[in-house]
């Protein structure tokens, strides 16, 4: 980026209010390059759409399952966990769960009803009868993909709360798909029929983009740098 380029493109995110006086000793810290990358993901970042897991125990698919969400531009993961703790392999998520937020929930009924609550509709992952084809899931309003566990997938509370059931339909003698690439071919195609159907609702609001600009300049720094401002009584 030329010098001439830098400096318009640093005076337009400060008009939009992404870079402030408040924040200038992290900003004038990051190549603005770096900026410029974050400021481009972040035009594409979505909470119309998102993500809950339930008993997902193996840390592999936890972390394709976050790789995959942060690859289609979904911001918010929600996480009920099973026998195993949500610890995600990092040789996987290869730091995409850092860009990610992250919401742990205590039960699957508490989880759905917060979702509900937020204006989302809950469509499971379920093999069984009345299920629908991921296809005719209306993505005219703001939904949430439940995935369960393994080997078990959603339980039958789950099911109960949901609004309603999806399947992802096959040809062959196999009748699943491992959870991981479930909810990559989930993923998008509802993204990308929402991001067209949704307009631009589909993306963050002015005032989410700035708290998450934020955030992500604050995690981009280097742990030392991040350190000597915190010693300056400097915190995001």
């Known amino acids: 980026m030329e010098e001439r380029d ?124 009345g299920t629908i084809p991921l296809s005719d899931i209306d993505v005219s309003k703001p939904t949430a993909l439940l995935f369960g566990n393994e080997h078990s997938g959603v339980s039958d509370e789950a099911l109960k709360l949901a609004d309603g059931t999806f399947v992802i339909p096959m040809y062959g003698f196999v009748q699943s798909f491992n959870i991981s690439v479930a909810a990559a071919l989930a993923l998008y195609d509802v993204t990308e029929r929402a991001r067209r159907q949704a307009g631009t609702r589909y993306y963050l609001s002015s005032n989410e983009k700035k708290a998450l600009y934020q955030q992500w300049m604050w995690q981009t720094l280097n742990p030392r740098i991040r350190k000597q401002l915190e010693l300056q009584g400097y915190t995001i």
């Not at 609550?117 to 379920?126: F, L």
């Open 6 to 129: 830098m400096k318009t493109f640093l005076a337009q995110l400060q008009q939009e209010g992404l870079l402030t006086e408040q924040t200038r000793p992290v900003w004038e810290m990051i190549l603005p390059k770096r900026l410029k990358r974050m400021y481009d993901v972040l035009n594409e970042r979505t909470r119309y759409i998102t993500v809950l897991i339930e008993a997902v125990d193996d840390p592999h698919n936890q972390a394709a399952v976050l790789r995959t969400a942060e690859a289609f531009g979904v911001q918010d993961i929600h996480i009920v966990t099973g026998k195993a703790p949500f610890s995600p392999n990092r040789l996987v998520t290869r730091h995409a769960d850092q860009w990610l937020t992250l919401h742990r929930q205590p039960d699957i009924e508490t989880a759905i009803n917060d979702l509900k609550q937020q204006g989302y509709q809950v469509y499971a992952s379920y093999l069984g009868e």
